[in-house]
T-cell receptor
Framework: AQRVTQPEKLLSVFKGAPVELKCNYSYSGSPELFWYVQYSRQRLQLLLRHISRESIKGFTADLNKGETSFHLKKPFAQEEDSAMYYCALSTGGGSNYKLTFGKGTLLTVNP | NAGVTQTPKFQVLKTGQSMTLQCAQDMNHNSMYWYRQDPGMGLRLIYYSASEGTTDKGEVPNGYNVSRLNKREFSLRLESAAPSQTSVYFC????????????FGPGTRLTVL
């Protein structure tokens, strides 16, 4: 069965410091991974997906199949990055499609 | 294009009362989902509908029922609310294409006293 683990419930950094939010997954097939962000009392929004290999709001994430990881990184954190971040794993297709979420990491960027 | 909308935004119920949470999407998506979000538990899937006319249980379906009324609408019903159902409920939809992902509604904050 697929699983997503975000080992840190809370992460606190200072403005301008690098930040890394960890995500590990367990899945025997070919994974599709995503990062979602939820700002205070707002809906979840897709931040980025691994197949796009994009950088959004300065964040990047690289899929490491050997380590089964998809860590989210930003070189210089900003206060507006404070939010809850969820890693998610997509598996299957059609009626078998499933999106499995990690339990989330609350990032606080201090001034 | 409103995306995914949910009503109501807030609701307070007494134990034993019933209510229906409404969700609609205007993106012509095939699949729709209901999640609950609780502190320290992340998002947990309650029910989903892979296509119009079908529904399936997710991780935590007990105490809930759903109806996929048409392609646009997917409702979640609590027949007899319990304090354990106090949560924030999110609806999501997904198109079903390769590499697609889910788009979320703004959430319904439900308190059961």
């Amino acid at each position: 069965a697929q699983r997503v683990t975000q080992p840190e419930k809370l992460l606190s950094v200072f403005k301008g410091a690098p930040v890394e939010l960890k995500c590990n997954y367990s899945y025997s097939g070919s994974p599709e991974l995503f990062w979602y962000v939820q700002y205070s009392r707002q809906r979840l929004q897709l931040l980025l997906r691994h197949i796009s290999r994009e950088s959004i709001k300065g964040f990047t994430a690289d899929l490491n199949k050997g380590e089964t990881s998809f860590h989210l990184k930003k070189p210089f954190a900003q206060e507006e990055d404070s939010a809850m971040y969820y890693c998610a794993l997509s598996t299957g297709g059609g009626s078998n499609y499933k999106l499995t979420f990690g339990k989330g990491t609350l990032l606080t960027v201090n001034p | 294009n409103a995306g995914v909308t949910q009503t109501p935004k807030f609701q307070v119920l007494k134990t034993g009362q019933s209510m229906t949470l409404q969700c609609a999407q205007d993106m012509n998506h095939n699949s729709m989902y209901w999640y609950r979000q609780d502190p320290g538990m992340g998002l947990r899937l309650i029910y989903y509908s892979a296509s119009e006319g079908t529904t399936d249980k997710g991780e935590v379906p007990n105490g809930y029922n759903v109806s996929r009324l048409n392609k646009r609408e997917f409702s979640l019903r609590l027949e007899s609310a319990a304090p354990s159902q106090t949560s924030v409920y999110f609806c999501a939809s997904e198109g079903g294409g390769a590499g697609d992902t889910q788009y979320f509604g703004p959430g319904t904050r439900l308190t059961v006293l």
